[in-house]
């Protein structure tokens, strides 16, 4: 930079805050269209699939883990090629770009195993707590990371939509870390209810999305208490992270980890976890980041966010098949 030059501006991260919907009144029915379409839907269409998630739930429930798992497979192979031919399509794209195929059949083998990924997802979830009583079933390398990191003050875990990412606070509560994160909820108010109850039953703890929950984050790390934070999104069908070779940015959680961990002293604590045959789980640490303690300067944060995506860009790629998000777009 020259003494003409002007100084650098610092992107600002666009402020989100979640909005939960409200229940229509009767006097919806008399109003206008859009009025009366909104009360049917919420008070009728919606609690059909209300019925139809929790009947689903506690049906699965009531089956063996590999079973529901297995299942979960097959509907996935059955259901995305047919009724989800767009998220399929994206998938494809961005499988091949994170990781371009050596040949045709390996490209038809990570799309079988994306579905299979995604159809054990959405089934796991009635069964996921009990690998709590199952250690047969997880193996977790480097766990010495996290719990040497926790001595030293705060913590930020990183975490990845990675395998079933859902098995991470059962672990962090197992080795004495018992995580805060900022929960938006599912659409729909029986997976609403749903996702809540099997996540507070794993060992997390909530605090409010977006710009409401930073305070409390604040105050929590402040107190030397673990905060838990996905640092790979989708937004509107495109991923906002990891970069990929894209131009950083400091919209998303990637931005506020660093703000965060810059505020506060906290540990960036990476972690993920990859699946194994049917449901069996690996859940590893990686080396932690510790950012400066100084406050940051105008480029410090570009920096620092592009570091933390280069420690996630690998590891994602590497297991792109297993990713909630590949069916996004990268451009």
């Not at 390996?106 to 009990?130: I, K, N, P, S, W």
Request: glycine letters at 8%; one cysteine or more; aromatic letters at 10%.
């Amino acid at each position: 930079m020259t003494k003409a030059d002007p100084p650098p501006v610092l992107p600002k991260r666009k402020a989100w805050r979640f909005v939960s919907t409200s229940a229509p009144r009767l006097s919806a029915l008399l109003g206008d269209a859009p009025e009366r379409k909104a009360f049917l839907r919420y008070w009728i269409t919606d609690n059909i699939w209300n019925g139809l998630h929790l009947s689903t739930f506690y049906a699965l429930r009531l089956m063996p883990m590999d079973l529901v798992s297995r299942f979960g497979a097959a509907l996935g192979r059955f259901a995305i090629p047919r009724f989800h031919k767009v998220a399929a399509g994206r998938a494809r794209d961005t499988m091949e770009a994170l990781r371009p195929a050596r040949d045709a059949a390996e490209r038809e083998a990570r799309f079988d195993a994306y579905c299979a990924a995604q159809g054990r997802l959405m089934t796991e979830f009635a069964v996921v707590t009990r690998i709590a009583r199952h250690p047969d079933r997880l193996i977790v390398n480097n766990v010495e990371r996290v719990v040497d990191a926790a001595k030293r003050g705060p913590l930020i875990m990183v975490g990845m939509h990675l395998g079933n990412w859902e098995i991470g606070p059962i672990v962090m509560r197992r080795i004495g870390l018992q995580p805060y994160a900022m929960y938006v909820p599912p659409a729909g108010r029986a997976k609403a209810w749903i996702a809540e109850r099997v996540r507070q039953k794993a060992g997390l703890r909530f605090i409010p999305p977006g710009m409401q929950g930073v305070r409390p984050a604040l105050s929590i790390l402040k107190s030397g208490g673990v905060v838990s934070i996905f640092c790979d999104e989708a937004f509107g069908g495109r991923i906002r992270g990891p970069f990929f070779g894209r131009p950083p940015h400091l919209e998303g959680n990637l931005a506020l980890a660093v703000r965060l961990a810059r505020m506060t002293g906290a540990t960036l604590c990476p972690w993920y976890t990859r699946r194994g045959e049917d449901f069996r789980f690996t859940l590893q640490f990686l080396d932690p980041v510790c950012l400066p303690k100084e406050p940051p300067g105008p480029d410090d944060l570009m920096r620092d966010v592009t570091r933390l995506s280069a420690v996630l860009e690998p590891v994602i790629a590497e297991n792109a098949v297993q990713w909630f998000f590949v069916d996004s777009m990268l451009q």
